[in-house]
């Protein structure tokens, strides 16, 4: 093998490590931030149910001054005003809680199932890379073993002058496959992004109640 092809080969398969190694970066980045969601719906579970105890006490305590005031029928209807309030109050913030808490559900369960799909495309494309890189050198190889011999044979030269070419186009696709991970990632990240807004905005909601 010459200085030349050594180090195109050198250099083929130091991108290729480089590349593979920015996919791996990112799909721990995207790991910590599903898990970071997780333990955000742990908390926002463990908010519901303080809530829900907090509500229920509230309507105890409501319905112990209606069951005071049974003489007093002008107290009586306030007191029964108030509670509808607070019951159409509790189930309005209930339904949005319920509702942006599914959310955020789907959102983690399409995240997983993302990452689950990447990581599956990862491996494969390692494997097709270091078959590219296998081929590159039986190519180069072959190469070096015409030029030995002082073998003319320009259909075999042809031939794998061909297959030079094909590999490359596999390595562009490959590129291109790289760039579609990567598209993805910058997708999550803004998803994940979008997500903790709404986790902000419902913890602010839980602190007003």
Not at 69 to 98: C, D, L, T, Y
Not at 124 to 134: H, I, P
Not at 160 to 184: F, H, K, P, Y
Request: charged letters at 25%; proline letters at 0%.
């Amino acid at each position: 093998m010459t200085r030349a092809q050594s180090d195109i080969q050198t250099g083929f398969q130091l991108a290729i490590q480089g590349m593979l190694a920015a996919i791996g970066e990112e799909y721990h980045q995207l790991r910590t931030q599903v898990q970071s969601q997780a333990d955000r719906m742990k908390h926002l579970e463990e908010e519901n149910k303080t809530q829900a105890a907090h509500t229920e006490r509230l309507q105890s305590q409501v319905q112990d001054l209606i069951e005071g005031s049974q003489q007093e029928p002008f107290q009586v209807q306030m007191h029964a005003n108030f509670i509808e309030i607070m019951r159409e109050v509790v189930s309005n913030v209930g339904k949005e809680m319920a509702g942006m808490f599914q959310q955020t559900t789907s959102h983690t369960q399409w995240a997983t199932t993302r990452i689950n799909e990447l990581e599956a495309r990862n491996d494969r494309l390692a494997e097709e890379n270091n078959k590219s890189v296998t081929n590159y050198q039986r190519l180069l190889e072959n190469i070096d073993a015409i030029k030995r011999q002082g073998e003319t044979r320009d259909n075999d030269i042809l031939r794998l002058s061909n297959e030079q070419e094909r590999v490359g186009a596999e390595c562009q696709m490959l590129t291109s496959e790289l760039g579609d991970i990567w598209q993805e990632h910058d997708n999550l990240q803004k998803q994940s992004q979008r997500q903790t807004v709404c986790y902000e905005e419902l913890e602010v909601k839980l602190k007003a109640l």
